[in-house]
């Protein structure tokens, strides 16, 4: 039987088939680059569910620092919203791992009158939502079987292509796609390689995690909730840093239990007031950072990690959660990643 961690441990590998299936075949990242000059695309909208809906985060803080229009809705929501407000310089990516998400293959059959100006991101060829599409892009995870781990990371950095694509297509200085993709897929294998425990230690007793993210990692923060759920049974929440600030606050106590993602200067100030206030009202936080904190408090964990590209730090923070769900389903008797309810 493959395990949870037996498809973590694959993350790095699946990582490294990706960069070099599209720096064998770039033919669609060619195809989407015509589609976005010759039609004066402007604006690019981002749907799936659960995980496939989360990478979108990602895309939307790329483009939009770029001052690219870019955003991010949960399929069912786009219907009823979205999809009004699509334009004739809009393209839209349906993303699904799986490539049968039920609400995707809804909207492919009831609202998507045709292929033009949509693309598709996914993981089988011979599934249903990849005969749509102008473009069509595959995430190379190979079959996964458990809570999403591989895919995720994969479906990510087929995102951060894409969005390598669009902003090349409008004249911007395109990001080393293959180098850093491959630098952290070597990140990502040192971290389950040397994996302490430190983390699970840590937040043994957690009855309850908070995940507090923002930019890129609010992607992060979202896939973590999900995992925390699916693998661990164990509710969770995610916050951006500053909303943390705003009612949450107001739950923390000595049972109270959070992660925090630091990889952006755009954070880094609502980070330290989250660190603060947990801190301070007697709760235990987490900071995955790629920055030195000078603090020393039981109640605080710092866990460094060599990432300095905040729009791909999703493709490596995410692994000491994997990690630490995992190790907190197994001392709990669960079966970590096992879906008993959801259908991919």
Known sequence: MITFIDEIRQ??????????????????????AGIVKERGINEFVFTGMGSSTFVGYVARTLLSRKGIRASVCETKEYISTNSKT???DSM?????????????MDFCADHLKSDHNVGIITNYPDQPLYGH??????????????????SFTNTVATVLYICNVIIK???????????????????VEDLVNADSGALSEFLADAAYVCYIGGGASYCTAHQAELITEEAANMFSTRYLPAQFLHGPIELINERFYAIAFDFSDETRAEIDRAV???????????????????????????IKIPVENEFYAPLVE???IELFINQLGLKRGKNPGIL????K
């Open 340 to 343: 008993s309810r959801v259908h």
């Open 169 to 187: 297509s409008k004249g911007f200085e395109p990001y080393d796609f293959s180098g850093i993709v491959s630098e952290y897929a070597k990140i």
């Open 92 to 104: 839209l990516f349906l993303v699904s791992q799986s490539g049968t998400s039920k609400e995707i």
């Open 86 to 88: 699509m334009r004739e």
């Open 276 to 302: 603060d206030s947990v801190i301070s009202f007697g709760g235990k936080i987490c900071v995955l950072t790629n920055r030195d904190i000078e603090l020393i408090d039981p109640r605080f964990l710092g």
């Open 318 to 320: 995410i692994v000491p």
């Open 133 to 150: 599409g102008e473009v069509k892009f595959l995430i190379h995870a190979g079959q996964e079987f458990n809570t999403s781990s591989k």
């Open 11 to 32: 993350q790095s590998g699946a990582l490294v088939d990706l960069v070099r299936a599209y720096d064998a075949d770039g033919s669609e990242g060619e195809k989407l």
